[in-house]
C-alpha cells in the first residue's frame, strides 16, 4: 500500500471514531476502526498502525462518546 492511501485510511479511521465520517453508536465506530486497523497492519504500514491504536485506545476510555 502506497503512504498516500494509508494516510487516507488513517484519516478516515480517526474521523470515524470521532464521529465525523459515519453516524453510528459508538461501538460500532469502535468497530470500524478495529477493521480498518488489521487493513493497515496486513499491508504494512506501521506508522499508520501505531498512529490509529493510539486513537482507538482514546475512543475505548469513551473519550469521544457522548
Known sequence: MDPGRANELLSYGIGVLRGQNI???????????????DTLKEEGAWWQVKILEFWIHRAQKEEFWP
Open 23 to 37: 453516524i453510528a453508536r459508538a461501538p460500532i465506530r469502535l468497530q470500524i476502526a478495529l477493521i480498518l486497523l
